[in-house]
């Protein structure tokens, strides 16, 4: 059975950083493309950075570029998103996501197994 675990959301200033982490767990995360979404309140979910089962192809939202960091540990089955540089606008609960295919578009009804979410919280 697949498990997403996310870990590392916190309240945290304007200007600062925080790295998320997502553990899977029940599938060998080398042959999944792996994701992290995010979603405000009443807003629509919408991607964050999604990463190739190998790390070939990473993409980012024109929003995060320059300020997120996606990568992957597939030994570890981890998947990390450091976030630098966070704004108030960036305050979400944030999801990852995972599907079973070297690469997946970056839009979140293409992503079969999620995680609970994380809740980031950017505010001075």
């Known amino acids: 059975q697949v498990q997403l675990v996310e870990s590392g959301g916190d309240l945290v200033q304007p200007g600062g950083s925080l790295r998320l982490s997502c553990t899977a767990s029940?599938?060998?995360?080398?042959?999944?493309?792996m994701g992290w979404f995010r979603q405000a309140p009443g807003k629509e979910r919408e991607g964050v950075a999604c990463i190739s089962s190998q790390s070939e192809i990473i993409d980012y939202a024109d929003s995060v570029k320059g300020r997120f960091t996606l990568s992957r540990d597939n030994a570890k089955n981890t998947v990390y998103l450091q976030m630098d540089s966070l704004n108030p606008e960036d305050t979400a609960v944030y999801y990852c996501?995972?599907?079973?295919?070297?690469?997946?578009?970056?839009?979140?009804?293409?992503?079969?197994?999620w995680g609970q979410g994380t809740q980031v919280t950017v505010s001075s």
């Open positions: 029940g599938f060998t995360s080398e042959d999944y493309a």
């Open positions: 996501a995972a599907d079973p295919a070297i690469w997946v578009e970056c839009e979140w009804f293409l992503f079969a197994s």
